[in-house]
Each structure stands twice: as structure tokens, then as C-alpha cells.
């Protein structure tokens, strides 16, 4: 399959089950809202060194928000009920609860219920109060900058996570041009995060390494570097390699992001450095979901 | 949607006891044999035939029209269902209730709402004492749901109170919110004596400066988001509360009753 000129390769992106929540993080504007929740996806890339993949899925305007504050929406991925807890606990503790003017939400009404409110309250040491309104409890704690409100738990869901694909390209600035240009649109997806940096891995990873105490290396098959010294899965016209990974909240989901993505990146065309897409994947023996490319945009 | 409703023939001389009459008790059943049911008037034991003309067909909502101030323990311990008073009701109002609607036209006597669980109760009205308190010698008053009061409440309202919100349009007397272990008590109207008297734990939310009692320490003024959420769970309410108008976030607060554990809160509208 070529589209514009871009070889969309045989292939298909090999994505696993994971658990999955979403919280909504308001604050006084929506630049402290946003910092908030930045800090709260920080370090959130990929669960094997991270313990959680998290991202923002998108700014919400005062209307779309419990409190009628400018608030966003971020969503947090593991690979157990218990580690997604643990993780949920102590990013909002660290993270939200530690932010000026910030309160936090239940971005997911059902599924099974994560602590949220009900573990910081502690923090609050007595004076904490707790409020049921419209039948959810919240619970207000009393902190430096006035009072911090936070929902007693937010729904846990199964979900979806590294759903991907890959961008190879003539160079660098031209593989990052089209990421950019995928990103953008694929950030309008609901129900989905990029959890790597501004969305795009620039190192993907292999599994396994020579060296025993590594899960994962280097993608040596995909680095143009190595092009001459491994058995290289790359053409003597690319330079650079890219690779965009989702996690969503279903498979429709991402089924819809990478469709986007890829149909933004291959509207740059050959005219603009982009040569293949390709996705990633372990044979199809690890993961259950399967995302063939030519099925997606067919 | 079936209505069965029950005519007041006349006033009655002695106070009635409207227990059996709530929908999880009569689900089911057939008029002719609601008509035979029992009801207690004051020492007496009459059938409901005597006392109301009924019609109608049992389902979700019940009407009693020409009510009066001597039908007690109306929507007592009612789990669903709807029950509209035409006129007024007398004490025990939806105590214990665990569910559904009550709507009172006309005022309400002592005690309504006490130790209520959950559901609605709305009073056109006015209250009167122990609004959403408990029974005397219980510990624990009302413990969930929502009471509108669109009158004056009498004294004692939110007495023990545990959990639930309490709405007053109008007035309230003295010891409003005394004893209370939580909950939220706003009241638009002045407020009596008393206030927050041996207050535990919970909020009084006032739109006029109350006489603050000397065991409420002032916190200061602030802006509580929770507040917003507070007006947002209002706003599908037909009350004065669901009014944009009405709606602020901008408070006095006051700590106490620092003679019991102190963990309350009166919060008093700023402008």
C-alpha cells in the first residue's frame, strides 16, 4: 500500500491489556491547571521504567468541569489495579495536591473505584472535611494556599496500551516535522494519550539485551546508524526513525488516533522526507490486540 | 404514571398515624384492601375507609388532599415512590425515610426528617422544631438525603445531625445545627440563639451575619471551591438555591463549637 508516496508496510502494532484511569485537575487558570498536570505525567513514559504511563488527553473549559474552573484531563496506565493505585496516590499527592490553587476530579464515573480523595484526606490531619454532594463524596483539606479539594476515587477501566507506529523519513528535522503534524491531529483523538515525550519516542526499544540486567535496548534494526553493522530493517534513503505510541481507553480509540496520525504524516508526502510507515511488534505472540496498518487505512 | 389518592374526609379530633401508609408497604396491593387497612387514631384503631376516601391506582406516587397538621409519620421509613401532601402534615414527617420524594404544600410539624436516611423532602411551607434531628435519647439524626424548607424552620433544625443537606429559604430558630456530627445546613434567612451549639463536625452556610457565639472562632475570609460544587448539586433543585443569583464562593469562616470538638463551621456570605 502507498499513500502520497509513502509505503505503508504489511505490518501491524502489537498492543497489550492494561488498567487505566482518568482524573480532571482544575486550578484558578488554565496555565496552573495545565502545570499541574504536567507535573502529575511527568516521568510516565513507559510502565517498564516508570511504573505507569501517563499523559494529558486534553484541556477542558470551565463548563466541562465539576467546579466550573478551567481544568484538563489526564490519564494513567498500568499494568495492575494495585500499581495504577499506587501510582494515582502518589502522583496526586506529590504532584496536584503540592499545586497552587488545584483540585482534583473523577475523570471516570463507573469501573472500579481508585482511591483518590480518600488517601490524601490524611494529609489534612484532622482538620479535613468531608462533603457528599449530588452523591459523590469529596473531601476538602485544608492546605497553605487556601483549601484543596479532591474527589473520594476515581473508576478504574480495562484498557489499551502500545498501540504504535513508525515514521522513517529522509532526516531528522523531517521525521520530527511529521511526527509534529501527526501529533497535532491525533491529540484531538478522545480516549487516548501519547505518553513519550510531546508524544514521540526517539529511541525506540527492542526487547531484551546483551547486557543481563536490561529488559530492553536499543531497536538496532531501526537505527540508520547502524545500517552497515546489524541486519538492518532499513533502506539506504532513510536517516531517521520515529515512533509514536498510543494508549487508549479502547481499541476503537486507538484504531482512530493511528489512522489520523498516519493520515497526517502521509499528506507530507515524499516531497517532505517522509519514505515508509511501519509499527511495532513481538511476532504477535505477547499481545492480544493486533492494529494492521493496511486494515486501518484501508 | 397511576396515582392513588387519599381525601381527607374531615379533620380528625385525635393525631393519626400515617405509617402504613408508604408504597413499599401497599406495593401490590389491591384498593379495596388499602381501604381495610389499619390506621391508629389517637387510642383508637380505624380502618383507613373511615378517616379518607381513597381512588385511584396504587403505583409510584400517592396524593393526600386535604391533609392536615394532625397526620403524623407521613412517608414514614418510605424507600421509593412519591408522596405529595395537599395541605399540611403533622410530626415525624418522612422519618426514617430511605428513599424517594415527599412534597409538602402546606407546613410541616416537629420533627420532620428526622433521623431521615435518604431521599428528597421538600416542605412549601414552614418546619417545625427538630427539622432533620433525631428521636429523643438517639444519637444520630438525619443521615442522608435532601430536606427543603422554602418557610421558617423552628428551633433545633439539624439537631444530631449525621450526613445530608439541609435547605432553608426562610428563617431559622434558635440552636440551629446544635450538636450536629456533619452535614450542611444553609439557611437564606436570620438565624437564632444559639447557633452551632455543641457543634462536632458539619457546615452552616449563611447568606445574613448571624450573632456568632463566643465558643466559634473566626478563620477569616475565603474563596471555597467546594462551594461551587455545593450550588452546582442545587441547580436542578425549584428553590431559590437553584437561582444563579443565589450562588457564591466568597465566605467568613468560623471554627467551633470550640466547647466540643471544634471541627464545625459556620460560613457567612461575603457582600
Same mark, same amino acid.
Given at each position: 500500500?502507498?499513500?502520497?508516496?509513502?509505503?505503508?508496510?504489511?505490518?501491524?502494532?502489537?498492543?497489550?491489556?492494561?488498567?487505566?484511569?482518568?482524573?480532571?485537575?482544575?486550578?484558578?487558570?488554565?496555565?496552573?491547571?495545565?502545570?499541574?498536570?504536567?507535573?502529575?505525567?511527568?516521568?510516565?513514559?513507559?510502565?517498564?521504567?516508570?511504573?505507569?504511563?501517563?499523559?494529558?488527553?486534553?484541556?477542558?473549559?470551565?463548563?466541562? !468541569?465539576?467546579?466550573?474552573?478551567?481544568?484538563?484531563?489526564?490519564?494513567?496506565?498500568?499494568?495492575?489495579?494495585?500499581?495504577?493505585?499506587?501510582?494515582?496516590?502518589?502522583?496526586?499527592?506529590?504532584?496536584?495536591?503540592?499545586?497552587? !490553587?488545584?483540585?482534583?476530579?473523577?475523570?471516570?464515573?463507573?469501573?472500579?473505584?481508585?482511591?483518590?480523595?480518600?488517601?490524601?484526606?490524611?494529609?489534612?490531619?484532622?482538620?479535613?472535611?468531608?462533603?457528599?454532594?449530588?452523591?459523590?463524596?469529596?473531601?476538602?483539606?485544608?492546605?497553605?494556599?487556601?483549601?484543596?479539594?479532591?474527589?473520594?476515587?476515581?473508576?478504574?477501566?480495562?484498557?489499551?496500551?502500545?498501540?504504535?507506529?513508525?515514521?522513517?523519513?529522509?532526516?531528522?528535522?523531517?521525521?520530527?516535522?511529521?511526527?509534529?503534524?501527526?501529533?497535532?491531529?491525533?491529540?484531538?483523538?478522545?480516549?487516548?494519550?501519547?505518553?513519550?515525550?510531546?508524544?514521540?519516542?526517539?529511541?525506540?526499544?527492542?526487547?531484551?539485551?546483551?547486557?543481563?540486567?536490561?529488559?530492553?535496548?536499543?531497536?538496532?534494526?531501526?537505527?540508520?546508524?547502524?545500517?552497515?553493522?546489524?541486519?538492518?530493517?532499513?533502506?539506504?534513503?532513510?536517516?531517521?526513525?520515529?515512533?509514536?505510541?498510543?494508549?487508549?481507553?479502547?481499541?476503537?480509540?486507538?484504531?482512530?488516533?493511528?489512522?489520523?496520525?498516519?493520515?497526517?504524516?502521509?499528506?507530507?508526502?515524499?516531497?517532505?522526507?517522509?519514505?515508509?510507515?511501519?509499527?511495532?511488534?513481538?511476532?504477535?505472540?505477547?499481545?492480544?490486540?493486533?492494529?494492521?496498518?493496511?486494515?486501518?487505512?484501508? | 404514571?397511576?396515582?392513588?389518592?387519599?381525601?381527607?374526609?374531615?379533620?380528625?379530633?385525635?393525631?393519626?398515624?400515617?405509617?402504613?401508609?408508604?408504597?413499599?408497604?401497599?406495593?401490590?396491593?389491591?384498593?379495596?384492601?388499602?381501604?381495610?387497612?389499619?390506621?391508629?387514631?389517637?387510642?383508637?384503631?380505624? @380502618?383507613?375507609?373511615?378517616?379518607?376516601?381513597?381512588?385511584?391506582?396504587?403505583?409510584?406516587? *400517592?396524593?393526600?388532599?386535604?391533609?392536615?397538621?394532625?397526620?403524623?409519620?407521613?412517608?414514614?421509613?418510605?424507600?421509593?415512590?412519591?408522596?405529595?401532601?395537599?395541605?399540611?402534615?403533622?410530626?415525624?414527617?418522612?422519618?426514617?425515610?430511605?428513599?424517594?420524594?415527599?412534597? &409538602?404544600?402546606?407546613?410541616?410539624?416537629? *420533627?420532620?426528617?428526622?433521623?431521615?436516611?435518604?431521599?428528597?423532602? @421538600?416542605?412549601?411551607?414552614?418546619?417545625?422544631?427538630?427539622?432533620?434531628?433525631?428521636?429523643?435519647?438517639?444519637?444520630?439524626?438525619?443521615?442522608?438525603?435532601?430536606?427543603?424548607?422554602?418557610?421558617?424552620?423552628?428551633?433545633?433544625?439539624?439537631?444530631?445531625?449525621?450526613?445530608?443537606?439541609?435547605? &432553608?429559604?426562610?428563617?431559622?430558630?434558635?440552636?440551629?445545627?446544635?450538636?450536629?456530627?456533619?452535614?450542611?445546613?444553609?439557611?437564606m434567612?436570620?438565624?437564632?440563639?444559639?447557633?452551632?451549639?455543641?457543634?462536632?463536625?458539619?457546615?452552616?452556610l449563611l447568606w445574613k451575619q448571624?450573632?456568632?457565639?463566643?465558643?466559634?472562632?473566626?478563620?477569616?475570609?475565603?474563596?471555597?471551591?467546594?462551594?461551587?460544587?455545593? *450550588?452546582?448539586?442545587?441547580?436542578?433543585?425549584?428553590?431559590? *438555591?437553584?437561582?444563579?443569583?443565589a450562588?457564591f464562593?466568597r465566605v467568613r469562616?468560623?471554627?467551633?463549637?470550640?466547647?466540643?470538638?471544634?471541627?464545625?463551621?459556620?460560613l457567612v456570605k461575603i457582600g
Amino acid at each position: 500500500m502507498i499513500i502520497n508516496g509513502v509505503m505503508i508496510d504489511e505490518t501491524f502494532a502489537e498492543a497489550f491489556p492494561m488498567k487505566a484511569t482518568r482524573v480532571i485537575i482544575t486550578a484558578q487558570n488554565s496555565r496552573w491547571a495545565m502545570i499541574s498536570a504536567q507535573a502529575m505525567t511527568g516521568f510516565a513514559t513507559s510502565v517498564i521504567g516508570c511504573g505507569c504511563e501517563a499523559g494529558i488527553e486534553r484541556e477542558l473549559t470551565p463548563f466541562e !468541569t465539576p467546579d466550573g474552573r478551567p481544568g484538563v484531563s489526564v490519564m494513567i496506565f498500568a499494568t495492575s489495579r494495585k500499581a495504577l493505585a499506587k501510582q494515582l496516590e502518589s502522583r496526586a499527592g506529590q504532584c496536584v495536591l503540592t499545586s497552587p !490553587t488545584s483540585a482534583i476530579y473523577a475523570g471516570i464515573e463507573d469501573g472500579v473505584p481508585l482511591p483518590l480523595g480518600k488517601s490524601l484526606r490524611y494529609f489534612g490531619d484532622g482538620f479535613q472535611i468531608s462533603k457528599k454532594l449530588d452523591g459523590k463524596r469529596y473531601w476538602r483539606i485544608p492546605v497553605m494556599d487556601g483549601e484543596f479539594l479532591a474527589e473520594e476515587t476515581t473508576g478504574m477501566k480495562e484498557a489499551v496500551g502500545g498501540g504504535n507506529f513508525l515514521i522513517l523519513a529522509e532526516s531528522q528535522p523531517q521525521a520530527l516535522a511529521a511526527c509534529d503534524a501527526a501529533i497535532e491531529i491525533m491529540r484531538k483523538v478522545p480516549n487516548v494519550i501519547l505518553p513519550f515525550p510531546g508524544g514521540v519516542v526517539g529511541s525506540g526499544s527492542k526487547v531484551g539485551s546483551k547486557y543481563k540486567s536490561l529488559s530492553a535496548s536499543t531497536n538496532d534494526p531501526f537505527c540508520p546508524t547502524l545500517k552497515g553493522k546489524t541486519k538492518s530493517a532499513l533502506g539506504p534513503e532513510i536517516e531517521s526513525v520515529m515512533e509514536i505510541v498510543i494508549d487508549g481507553l479502547f481499541e476503537s480509540a486507538i484504531n482512530e488516533a493511528m489512522r489520523m496520525g498516519i493520515e497526517a504524516v502521509c499528506k507530507l508526502g515524499t516531497g517532505n522526507g517522509v519514505r515508509r510507515i511501519t509499527a511495532g511488534n513481538y511476532g504477535g505472540k505477547l499481545g492480544p490486540y493486533h492494529f494492521h496498518l493496511r486494515e486501518i487505512m484501508a | 404514571m397511576s396515582i392513588l389518592t387519599f381525601t381527607l374526609r374531615k379533620r380528625p379530633d385525635q393525631r393519626v398515624d400515617m405509617s402504613p401508609l408508604v408504597h413499599n408497604k401497599l406495593a401490590g396491593m389491591p384498593v379495596e384492601e388499602i381501604r381495610t387497612l389499619t390506621l391508629r387514631l389517637g387510642k383508637r384503631r380505624v @380502618e383507613v375507609d373511615e378517616l379518607f376516601d381513597v381512588h385511584g391506582d396504587p403505583g409510584d406516587r *400517592f396524593i393526600i388532599r386535604n391533609s392536615s397538621n394532625k397526620l403524623d409519620y407521613i412517608g414514614r421509613e418510605q424507600e421509593s415512590g412519591a408522596i405529595t401532601v395537599e395541605g399540611d402534615a403533622g410530626a415525624y414527617l418522612g422519618m426514617r425515610m430511605k428513599g424517594g420524594k415527599i412534597t &409538602v404544600i402546606g407546613s410541616a410539624g416537629i *420533627f420532620a426528617a428526622c433521623e431521615m436516611q435518604d431521599g428528597d423532602l @421538600e416542605i412549601k411551607g414552614n418546619a417545625g422544631d427538630f427539622l432533620g434531628g433525631a428521636l429523643p435519647g438517639n444519637k444520630q439524626g438525619m443521615k442522608g438525603g435532601t430536606v427543603l424548607v422554602k418557610g421558617n424552620v423552628g428551633q433545633r433544625a439539624g439537631d444530631h445531625m449525621r450526613r445530608g443537606i439541609i435547605l &432553608v429559604e426562610g428563617s431559622a430558630g434558635d440552636y440551629c445545627g446544635s450538636r450536629m456530627t456533619a452535614g450542611t445546613i444553609a439557611v437564606m434567612g436570620d438565624t437564632g440563639r444559639y447557633l452551632g451549639y455543641a457543634m462536632k463536625r458539619g457546615t452552616l452556610l449563611l447568606w445574613k451575619q448571624p450573632n456568632v457565639p463566643p465558643t466559634f472562632n473566626d478563620c477569616g475570609s475565603h474563596t471555597l471551591t467546594f462551594l461551587s460544587l455545593f *450550588f452546582a448539586s442545587m441547580r436542578n433543585s425549584d428553590s431559590k *438555591f437553584s437561582d444563579p443569583v443565589a450562588v457564591f464562593n466568597r465566605v467568613r469562616r468560623y471554627g467551633g463549637d470550640m466547647s466540643s470538638s471544634g471541627r464545625g463551621e459556620i460560613l457567612v456570605k461575603i457582600g
